[in-house]
């Protein structure tokens, strides 16, 4: 077995392309697209090497790869929770412990180089980003910006010593099940919300870049005490808000306003993964982006991605509101499905909010964490 370092464009094509072959005869298995995984590796075009670091590494044994994984240094992380961490990411493995081993053995003495205390992952290569490992769920495809795994996967890291850090669920809703009393009741909360000054509205297509930039405040306010929250950098938000433009449905971003100033907002995107299932190896070109652009309309499922109020105005009915807009606008235009991804364990709020409306945990993903004071 040997473990290389991706030092080129075309061990780089080796390290996208490995899970397709990796997961070939899977059929809940969804390629990610080829040129957004470029980017995300991309030194030039992701926004998070301007403060951070990560290198991939190949798993070769008889000149075929075997596995895969990413070592991820992220400053802004470590001085914004006052920790000193390496993160592993984008790791993917056949069933073979040795294997896992190896490629896990570089990653921390790749992060040790940082002398850093403890490794944490999955992530890919924030919590901003895709991240956890999926631990219940495995007979359902994922949803957009979701991971997938096999099963296996959690049992190589627990051999190797990782333990959980926390859980985050996926909850699902559908148009049989949803508690139609809550969506009813959210006219009653909106006159009541008005009565203190407080508006909801849909996004604003035509100031868009206005509409992102007050967004990107209430994110880092209203998130800011949540477990492995690291504020993401104009860049970083930026660009993740322009990866989202072309698939963004005004009906499904949800803005509440106190007096003009905005306090909270929800974004729902349509589960392209139910498209791009079908498009091999994740290759938007020749033929794959139109396979995309035709089958937008025909989406049926809808994931609700982000959904924060600032501290002072929670509690008040806004987040009620909020996901009674997006169903009652999703029914409005044939969606049957939503998933509310992902959730903190111990938010009790967000999962209690969930639960009033019928939705139910159909699936639990886990970041794990491994302390580094002791040999693996």
């Known amino acids: 077995m040997e473990i290389i370092p991706v030092t080129s464009a075309s061990l780089q094509k080796k390290f996208i392309d490995f899970p397709h072959d990796l997961y070939a005869n899977d059929p809940n298995y969804v390629p990610e697209i080829y040129i957004g995984q ?9 926004p998070f090497f301007r403060h951070s670091k990560a290198q991939c590494f190949l798993a070769y044994e008889n000149k075929k790869i075997v596995g895969r994984i990413a070592a991820i240094y992220n400053r802004n992380y470590n001085e914004y929770a006052n920790r000193n961490v390496g993160f592993f990411g984008l790791y993917d493995v056949i069933d073979d412990y040795q ?43 994922p949803t957009v910006m979701m991971v997938y795994n096999k099963p296996y996967y959690l049992t190589h890291l627990e051999k190797y010593g990782f333990k ?8 699902e809703v559908t148009e049989s099940e949803v ?21 909801i509205r849909e996004a604003n297509m035509k100031k868009l870049n206005e509409e992102i930039a007050g967004v990107r405040d209430i994110y880092r306010s209203a998130w800011d005490k949540n477990w492995g929250f690291v504020p993401a950098t104009d860049a970083e938000f930026d660009h993740l808000a322009e990866g989202l433009k072309l698939i963004i449905d005004p009906k499904f971003v949800q803005i509440a306003e106190h007096e003009g100033k905005m306090i909270g907002f929800a974004l729902a995107i349509p589960d392209i993964n139910q498209i791009t299932k079908n498009i091999k190896r994740g290759r938007l070109f020749p033929t794959g982006i139109f396979k995309l652009l035709w089958g937008k309309s ?23 509101v909020f ?29 209690k909010g969930l639960q009033n409306i019928n939705a139910s945990v159909t699936k ?12 693996a």
């Open 38 to 46: 470029k980017e995300l590796l991309s030194h030039k075009k992701n």
């Open 99 to 141: 294997v896992s081993k190896a490629l896990l053995d570089q990653a921390v003495a790749w992060c040790k180089t940082e002398n850093v205390t403890a490794m944490v992952g999955p992530t890919n290569f924030t919590t901003n980003d895709t991240a956890g490992l999926l631990v219940e769920g495995y007979d359902l495809p």
């Open 164 to 171: 959980k850090s926390k859980d985050l669920f996926a909850y």
């Open 179 to 199: 508690n139609m009393k809550s969506v009813k009741l959210a006219g009653m909360l909106q006159e009541r919300l008005a009565r203190k000054g407080i508006t």
């Open 298 to 320: 025909k989406i049926k499922k809808i994931r609700i991605i982000l959904l924060g109020v600032i501290e002072e105005y929670r509690k008040m009915g806004i987040e009620g």
């Open 323 to 351: 996901y009674a807009k997006i169903i009652s606008n999703g029914l409005a235009k044939g969606v049957h499905t939503a998933e509310a991804s992902w959730i903190l364990e111990d938010n009790e709020m967000m999962n």
């Open 364 to 375: 639990r993903y886990r970041i794990l964490e491994l302390p580094l004071d002791q040999e």
